[in-house]
């Protein structure tokens, strides 16, 4: 069984593949036009974009104190900021563009010494020129017509001092002052230099994060190399700064601690010394004891409450996290992963060796991670599963700071009442004996904080000293020989390939969304009903082709099968008449009628072909024209219209008075005759009943041709009188939906739907089994 349900599905893949491909084949000239509007656009722009040049430089960074798990992201912060970039666009004067003469591409190298700006020049286009008695005179170009001058003076001024004006700085080169042209230049708005600089810079970091490669592309590739050396030059400058920086300013707020705990601690000395000088008393040794066992009980209850707080605090910012939806994913938030870090060093745990395990766990997982990623993408399988293995050990991490909070709380809980015992005991000594030990607990507890902070002091001094990281350009930026975009035909080619495939993907989504009828398989598929035949699309250029001219002035040309004429639409017909004789499951058919879903399905015309086909062997057919509300047969047949079917069944005329004779042998045609109002109720009269009865006895075949489903049920009363139904559906433009909605009328009486014709088909949308030849 399951065999069966997978020959049916790799079936309908089948289908689905050959419906696209049909749809490609359709539609060939909108994937024409498409490819042509995406491929045009792209091979101009692609043939006239400049050449650039890329340049990389690579920077290493030697640690002696070992890796910080976040610098490196914090270094791709700094060096990816705008803040970095415009330090970079203003001291390398990249607002400042040079324009061609016309004939030879200049480049600031051979024209400038020097180029620098302010973060805000005065932007607009310059225009140097230069006169015989070496002088030069710059203008700010306003209009076509206006200019204003900036500066005057002579060559040799700008070419040995550089020239300072609005904002830029600019240094003429020794090679171009000797033998000046005039040249123009623009000077860019700042914004828009920065935004441009940023989007032409790249960076890498390797696996261990200490080298970092700095790429950059641009238009002129001596400027290409110098902007990346120079880039190279400002990021070492900026670390080493940074850093320098930083310790400068820990050692100035050291430094201010420890003097303001030094006379703190002065203080407290000089009121010892003193209250001693004024009492002749002093401690015995089991008093000191006390009072020195109660400084150290509150300095280490101290240093736990700032753990527990340290700790309560990261746990806090892992909350906030999970609250502001970054806590998703731990490739999601940088905050997240540098929490993370500062639990598991926090020096609390140095003694832990669970959590110990945890860090080097930590670390190892990380970067494994990032090297992954670096070379393919967070989407790597391999990338994910390390990520479900950093968020374990992130949970493990959690789970263990949460048992030491709680262990802290339960410690700080038994040093807080030892402290209460130690100053209860010492609250009950005589009153200057107590508050001698009140004095000399404070003066022990300033001293170690004096000795700590003087401690830490000195660390931050020797680390000013002493250099704890060396960054140095391991390998800068040569003037690239190539442009990175020399092939430009293999580029111009790839949008053609991409315009084509737009246009295969498009015309593939129209034929998604299209829900009309188009094949046999979509109506086996769709409406799971048989198709009886299939009509094809009808030019009547070609039935001139094949019938007699001087017939078609006497008949309508919609009667494409009035003679025997071997032509592709009569043959389709004669197969749709064998279908309907020979139907096993139904068996013999005297009486059917016809309906489709919607006007210009076809229905009345296929419904006249049919009727003569049936005639053509001798078959005594009778054609009733059942659409009582715009019957279109007496015109089809030239034949009145009056009276006819509707003047029957209201006992106006008799039956004889309606039966006209066509010019087919054995086809008889009543026609619709008068307009009444209510023709649905006449269809399912006792006349109707009476009309049956005699036609049957008289003809071997009753064809009614009833009004589209979505007009009237008049075809679904007529269905319940006759033997069989057959529904005309029109290929490509009857909707399935409604088909389906319409068919569901025939389910609720008591009617046979025979099956489909399908009309108005292409050779693409015939089945095999379906299609006529011409003879």
Request: net charge negative.
């Given at each position: 069984m399951e065999s069966v349900f997978l020959d049916e599905e790799e079936f309908e893949e089948k289908i689905e593949i050959r419906r696209y491909f049909n749809a490609v084949v359709r539609r060939w000239w909108l994937v024409l036009i498409v490819t042509i509007a995406v491929t045009v656009p792209?091979?101009?722009?692609?043939?006239?974009?400049?050449?650039?040049?890329?340049?990389?430089?690579?920077?290493?960074?030697?640690?002696?104190?070992?890796?910080?798990?976040?610098?490196?992201?914090?270094?791709?912060?700094?060096?990816?900021?705008?803040?970095?970039?415009?330090?970079?666009?203003?001291?390398?004067?990249?607002?400042?563009?040079?324009?061609?003469?016309?004939?030879?591409?200049?480049?600031?190298?051979?024209?400038?010494?020097?180029?620098?700006?302010?973060?805000?020049?005065?932007?607009?286009?310059?225009?140097?020129?230069?006169?015989?008695?070496?002088?030069?005179?710059?203008?700010?170009?306003?209009?076509?017509?206006?200019?204003?001058?900036?500066?005057?003076?002579?060559?040799?001024?700008?070419?040995?001092?550089?020239?300072?004006?609005?904002?830029?700085?600019?240094?003429?080169?020794?090679?171009?002052?000797?033998?000046?042209?005039?040249?123009?230049?623009?000077?860019?708005?700042?914004?828009?230099?920065?935004?441009?600089?940023?989007?032409?810079?790249?960076?890498?970091?390797?696996?261990?994060?200490?080298?970092?490669?700095?790429?950059?592309?641009?238009?002129?590739?001596?400027?290409?190399?110098?902007?990346?050396?120079?880039?190279?030059?400002?990021?070492?400058?900026?670390?080493v700064s940074l850093k320098t920086s930083d310790i400068k300013r820990r050692s100035e707020l050291l430094e201010e601690q420890v003097n303001l705990a030094k006379s703190k601690l002065d203080e407290a000395d000089r009121a010892l010394k003193e209250f001693k000088e004024n009492n002749a008393i002093d401690l015995n040794a089991e008093q000191e004891t006390q009072v020195n066992q109660l400084v150290v009980e509150e300095q280490q209850k101290r240093n736990l409450e700032t753990y527990r707080n340290t700790l309560k605090s990261l746990l806090s910012k892992l909350d906030d996290e999970l609250l502001s939806g970054n806590g998703s994913s731990i490739t999601a938030s940088d905050n997240r992963k540098y929490i993370f870090s500062q639990l598991a060093e926090h020096a609390y745990f140095d003694n832990n060796s669970t959590m110990l395990l945890y860090r080097q766990k930590l670390r190892d997982e990380t970067e494994s991670w990032r090297a992954i990623v670096a070379s393919s993408s967070e989407r790597n399988p391999r990338a994910i599963s390390i990520d479900l293995d950093i968020r374990q050990t992130q949970i493990q991490i959690e789970d263990l700071a949460s048992q030491e909070i709680s262990l802290l709380a339960g410690e700080i809980r038994r040093l807080s009442r030892k402290a209460q015992r130690l100053r209860y005991n010492i609250g009950r000594l005589p009153a200057q004996q107590q508050r001698l030990g009140e004095l000399t607990r404070d003066q022990q507890v300033l001293e170690k904080q004096y000795l700590d902070l003087l401690t830490q002091y000195r660390d931050a001094q020797i680390s000013k000293a002493v250099e704890s990281e060396e960054i140095v350009i391991l390998d800068p930026a040569i003037v690239p020989e190539l442009?990175?975009?020399?092939?430009?035909?293999?580029?111009?080619?790839?949008?053609?390939?991409?315009?084509?495939?737009?246009?295969?993907?498009?015309?593939?989504?129209?034929?998604?969304?299209?829900?009309?009828?188009?094949?046999?398989?979509?109506?086996?598929?769709?409406?799971?009903?048989?198709?009886?035949?299939?009509?094809?699309?009808?030019?009547?250029?070609?039935?001139?082709?094949?019938?007699?001219?001087?017939?078609?002035?006497?008949?309508?040309?919609?009667?494409?099968?009035?003679?025997?004429?071997?032509?592709?639409?009569?043959?389709?017909?004669?197969?749709?008449?064998?279908?309907?004789?020979?139907?096993?499951?139904?068996?013999?058919?005297?009486?059917?009628?016809?309906?489709?879903?919607?006007?210009?399905?076809?229905?009345?015309?296929?419904?006249?072909?049919?009727?003569?086909?049936?005639?053509?062997?001798?078959?005594?057919?009778?054609?009733?024209?059942?659409?009582?509300?715009?019957?279109?047969?007496?015109?089809?047949?030239?034949?009145?219209?009056?009276?006819?079917?509707s003047n029957y069944l209201t006992r106006m005329v008799p039956l004889q008075s309606v039966l006209y004779e066509t010019h087919i042998p054995n086809l008889t045609l009543i026609t619709c005759g008068s307009l009444i109002p209510n023709p649905s109720e006449l269809l399912g009269s006792q006349q109707m009943r009476k009309f049956l009865d005699e036609v049957r006895r008289k003809y071997e075949l009753i064809i009614f041709d009833s009004p589209p489903l979505n007009a009237a049920t008049d075809a679904v009363v007529i269905g319940t009188q006759v033997d069989a139904a057959v529904m005309v559906i029109r290929a490509g433009k009857t909707n399935r939906e409604f088909a389906n909605q319409k068919l569901e009328l025939f389910a609720n009486v008591p009617a046979k739907v025979l099956g489909v014709i399908l009309n108005g088909t292409t050779s693409d949308m015939a089945h095999p089994g379906y299609s006529y030849y011409h003879y």
């Open positions: 792209w091979v101009l722009y692609t043939l006239s974009k400049p050449l650039e040049y890329e340049a990389q430089a690579v920077v290493q960074f030697n640690s002696f104190e070992g890796n910080d798990p976040t610098l490196t992201e914090s270094r791709e912060t700094v060096l990816t900021s705008r803040s970095f970039a415009e330090k970079v666009v203003a001291q390398m004067g990249l607002s400042v563009d040079i324009e061609s003469d016309g004939q030879n591409q200049l480049s600031r190298r051979s024209l400038f010494s020097q180029v620098y700006t302010t973060q805000s020049p005065i932007p607009g286009k310059y225009f140097f020129e230069f006169n015989e008695n070496y002088s030069y005179k710059l203008s700010m170009l306003l209009d076509e017509d206006r200019k204003k001058n900036v500066s005057e003076g002579l060559i040799s001024e700008i070419s040995q001092k550089a020239l300072n004006v609005n904002g830029f700085s600019i240094q003429m080169a020794q090679n171009f002052s000797k033998n000046p042209q005039d040249l123009t230049f623009t000077v860019h708005p700042f914004r828009d230099a920065v935004k441009n600089f940023r989007s032409k810079t790249e960076t890498n970091w390797n696996r261990s994060g200490n080298l970092m490669t700095i790429t950059l592309t641009d238009e002129d590739p001596d400027l290409a190399a110098k902007m990346t050396n120079r880039l190279a030059e400002i990021f070492v400058e900026e670390s442009p990175k975009n020399l092939n430009k035909k293999t580029q111009a080619s790839m949008g053609g390939v991409f315009g084509l495939g737009l246009g295969v993907f498009f015309v593939i989504l129209l034929e998604f969304f299209d829900k009309s009828v188009k094949t046999v398989n979509d109506v086996k598929r769709f409406l799971k009903l048989p198709v009886m035949g299939t009509i094809p699309l009808l030019d009547f250029s070609d039935v001139f082709d094949f019938q007699d001219s001087e017939k078609l002035k006497q008949i309508d040309q919609q009667l494409v099968t009035h003679d025997y004429s071997p032509t592709p639409i009569g043959e389709a017909y004669r197969s749709l008449r064998t279908n309907l004789l020979f139907s096993k499951e139904h068996g013999k058919i005297q009486s059917l009628v016809t309906t489709s879903t919607e006007p210009g399905d076809g229905k009345s015309f296929t419904t006249a072909n049919l009727a003569i086909t049936f005639a053509q062997l001798k078959t005594n057919t009778l054609l009733i024209d059942g659409d009582l509300r715009r019957g279109v047969l007496h015109n089809t047949f030239g034949l009145p219209k009056e009276p006819g079917f």
